[in-house]
DNA sequence: GTGAAAGCGCTAACAA
DNA sequence: TTGTTAGCGCTTTCAC
């Protein structure tokens, strides 16, 4: 089988053809059908203002008639739009996660917002790895939004606080959005309402009559960590309650949540429950609690950030407060879209609070 | 603050500023760096032949000093490389995993296997959900072509046996690999030896003194469905044991395993081991034992294809066939680049096996 | 309101 | 081996 192509054939292995390739319809074409200049194209394709309703209406009947879709390398080489939207994970772990391949929820449902979102608008987005103790962070960064020249960019924690990213993000005039991350500095910045989840949960469990409710904190790095914990002490504060010795400080690994829970059940003033910063911490404390010979929910109540799908297959199904970060990702596309076409935006940070997911890891304390 | 772009400012909201974003730094300051013509920069960039050694040293110190790099829309534009891949996937059951949080193991591995493998060779890879039953299949995905322009495709079942989606992917020359299908006519195809690994189950359950060996099928649509049935069906014939009344067909949906397997469980001959095309339908199957009094794998032995997550936390946890997502997507991205180039191609289909994972839902049958 | 011309950053084809 | 030229498809600028 020869390569055919009206251009220079190149090769052709086991019947794949490869060639230059150009786009079958463009702008010309439009334009010749429609018998209006390119600059009357463009403007209908992009929905500017000072074309004539039935100019735009031969045009568009020209470009369904034949199939053209704009070229995004080209709108990108010329204009301002590359319709790309990058999204920044960390790449430590969303590694560890997929290869203990006990699924990877936060980009699941980070893809499930974003992806649909961005298509709404004719976007894509484009998932990107990036390790935020790397040196070259910036460097590397640089180089991929040199090469992709993306739209906006989406920064999930622990990415949304570091100052190298962010820096350079803004130096660039490139929009972009800081998931769990408040507002300083007129940047978009969504939460989940980390201090107030927190708070609720406290509450829920002091209305079940728990008295020293312990927390498990996460790591140092993000932000939210600090929210979270800080939730916890104020409905406690508000409660009378004292926090004295119940606050440990994890790092979101379940190695550390094992930690965290002996130092809290071996203490003198044994909590009657427990509040993890997510859900790997909490399955630790179960794990940890049954080790030590007590019961769950029964001896200890638990209470994990997060919900992620693993929550509920152990033994007890734990209660959990659920993090909506399809919806969160969703709205910082439609925020960094916006930013991107200089239309206003609302105040922030944009809030979209989860909820408490009740399952079968609390009761009342004992006596 | 107002937006201090050396060109056409744009408007400032809340402080972002957003503007016509150039290229900072372009092939020209590299080749008056370097004191070359353009075509010679572009030529180190694309590490073509015909350049001498120093030549290209003195090149790459310009770009390494200025810290180039090739804006990906303009190579697109001139070349014939977009350095993006896409990957489609199955809109529905792809949605349906998102939408009930358990997870998504597919997409998970799928993402891991493929975007690394990507980067190692400086593309991107663009998930895209694609709904196989859409009239509109071939407009939409010219649509996508059209826009994006990869340089390769990557396809996932059913997609991969969707003459809609192959015959536009041919006509318009694009290199694409499917996923879970056998090589017909010239394309790549990879597989992940499903008739040998559906055989290999149903020995291991003969070895274990097993005769009546049940199968549930999947999807009729799925080709893959299929081999993995003629592969047990092949097993138990050489060992020359009747399959009579042991085959069901389902959908994949854990609905179709529950009727499925009350099928089976109900007839006369009843199977001492069901052999499920999927985790979904396994785990039906597991619910289904249990309901009817039967207990696993005392009175019914297990298996399950594809060892999502969920597997390991029913009770019992599954023996399953691993399916090797991530490596058989990392291959075919590995190929589909290749074939861009006019490299040499191996037989197809490859084929990246899977394997058996031991746990707790086989036993020797009673008696 | 519409059109013509100039260029975005890069590569293919050809010339030297 | 290297350089020159002419676009790729689109948008911007500016003229009408």
Redesign the interface.
Known sequence: ?R?R?RYRS????????????R???TIKHVAADAGVSLQTVSRVINNEANVRPEMKERVQASIDKL????????Q??S??R??LILALNDRERT?E???A?????W???M??GG?LQCAEHGY?L????VDTHDDNIQ?EL??TI????PDGVILTPPHSDNPLITDLLEK????FARIGSRDN????SLTMGDNRMAAMATRYLIEKGHERIAFIAGAEEYALSHRRKQGWRDAMAQAGLSTEGLCERGDFSYASGEKATRALLSGSARPTAIIASNDQMAMAANAVAHEMGMRVPGDVSIISFDNT??VR??QPPLTAIDQPI?EVTSRAVDLVIA???????PD?PVVVEGRLIERDSVARPRG
């Open positions: 089988m390569c192509s190149r090769l052709s292995v086991r019947g794949i053809c490869v060639g230059r390739r786009q079958s319809v199939g053209y879709v704009p070229s995004i390398a080209a990108r080489m204009g301002s590359s319709y590694m996660n997929w290869k391949r006990e699924g990877n929820d980009v699941d449902q893809l499930m992806m894509r484009l998932l990107e790895l460097r640089k180089a040199a090469a992709l020249q660039q005039k490139i929009p500095g007129g940047s978009i799908p693993v297959f152990v399809a930013a991107h076409r200089g239309d206003d935006l922030m």
